[in-house]
């Protein structure tokens, strides 16, 4: 269908068809891996204060371990991304506004404290009040945390990635919604005390609808740049994770009467969030392989004339 | 202007950097219009900076004309590109007869020849030196931007911020690796190796302002002798990267090349992205508060 638009123009060129750009290090799964982890905390630290605040105990505790458990994963991963590992630490050497990654890191650090914080005080009973403090403070680092990554990539060269940070970023927002559900799905699958789970429940089924309608709109990111979300690899993955993502949405709505629903539900909800993070990945090093996307993201007015031009083919 | 240093002019870099007393800045200009592809500057910079090979000693014939280094990347801080332009009119006759010895008579017509020595531009505005998380790349009092190589810890932010595809991380070393604009040689009051074994001057190194002043007049010739195709490439404060430390006289588009025609350092968007995860961050706070709204049953 949109297949005409992978057609290069006639008047397109390039030094041997090579990249113009490097195609990221990134891999898999380190980088899904990396952001799924850290929405997932990041929201579940919402979840765990909400939790806290309305009364929901089982909830509250289990996201607040969940939450900081989280961040180990995330930062495991992000570390092993690293070429040289042993100096992890040198990502707290400077604070750099100008790098998302250097302000991401400062993210990740003070909610992994809090977070750890709070589900510790949380799992000992000692010193609730600082426990309760750590917890309304991971509320705040939390939202930063699933969102910034969004920044991460968008403010790169790749053209799917720069193009496409607003869908990108809400892309993430709605990830860790269903991640943070997906967390709260599985403890309700085996938790004694199921009513308390409602809100993970609700949560899961919100997210579902946000990251469903965020991977729909990377499909309508204009070409160039939009392409490769829709076809190869990144348009694969894209539409594999769709499919889970509203599969675990609609098993979400039994899982308040059925603990195998809630267990599925979860498992298509993880499986949707981490899929999703993949056809980020795969589109943004698509989009730096091929040469044609950054001449025509640079020259937009022949990209346009080229379009039109595959549509009277 | 946006108010910020993120793109735009920029007077003095090194002065923006902090440096109070600094030497002026210095740059490359490589005009393409002399460079015979002898590849003294990939020699020279490899010799230099002790540079591994990036195959590990074995030849690698890539099929692009005389061009066996394929790209910049860690491992190679000159690139000489070889384009092959057949049937061009301003190319030259004896290709032409060479073509036709073989037999193949197909009336290639002539042949133009581009060669072009390509190598890190040294932004005003880096996107690598911008995204660097820990620092590792820095700019110089020179104006130029290095990787210290203590620092890095090989996160590969700046492989994919770099418009240019520049840096690049070596896999067995674990850190990013670019030209430094010899750094330790500037240090020592000489001029970069790759400018210094150049024998058309294809390559000139000096003060960024006087470099400007010869491409221009360089250009102004190349115009009046009927080269109108020829232009500057990345001369210009006023472009998307505040013009580059390194600069270019080309014969055709930049793509041709391998160039990005029109690049912008990412950054300048920083503020607008912020903003957007901001938004993004009040949007997940409410599904939690709807989640949450309503009693427990």
Partial sequence: MTEQLQVPPADFQSYYGRPILKVARWKE?????????????????????????????????????????????????????????????????????????????????????????AAAADITGLLPGLGAMAGAGSALTGPLLATYPGVLLGNTAVPAWHEAHREITLLFAGGAMTAAGAAGLAASAISADRADFDAAWKLAMIGAVVESAAGYGLETVPPPAGEVYRSGEGGRALRMARALTIGGGVAALAARRSRVAAAVSAGLLAGGGFCAKMAVLRAGKASAADPRYVVESQRPAEAELSEAGALFR | ??????????????????????????????????????????????????????????????????????ELGSDSWRHVAFIEQPGHPDGDELIHAVADLNGSGDGLGTTRWLMASDVCKHCTHAACLDVCPTGALTRTEFGTVIVQPDVCNGCAYCVSACPFGVIDRREDDGRAWKCTMCYDRLRGGLEPACAKACPTDSIQFGPLDELRAIANYRLEELHASGETRARLYLDDPEDGIGGGGAFFLLLDEPEVYGLPPDPVVTSKDLPRMWKWAGAAAGLLVAGVAVAFSGRRP
């Fill in chain 1, 29 to 117: 799964p380190h980088l899904p891996a990396y952001l799924f982890f850290g929405e997932m905390s990041g929201a579940l630290a919402l979840v765990g204060a909400a939790a806290h605040a309305t009364g929901r105990r089982s909830l509250a505790r289990t996201a607040r371990l969940a939450s900081a458990l989280g961040t180990y994963a995330g930062g495991a991963f992000l570390a092993a991304e690293l070429g040289r590992p042993e100096r992890f630490l040198n990502m707290l050497r400077v604070a750099k506004p100008t790098s998302p990654m250097s302000m991401g890191s400062w993210i990740l650090a003070g909610h992994s404290g809090l977070a750890s914080a």
């Fill in chain 2, 1 to 70: 202007m946006t108010g910020n240093r993120l793109s735009g002019p920029l007077a003095d870099v090194s002065a923006d950097a902090g440096y109070t007393d600094h030497p002026r800045r210095v740059g490359f200009f490589t005009d393409t219009s002399v460079c015979i592809g002898c590849k003294a500057c990939e020699v020279a910079c490899k010799e230099w900076n002790a540079l591994p090979d990036p195959d590990g000693d074995v030849l690698t014939l890539t099929g692009m004309s005389y061009d066996n280094t394929g």
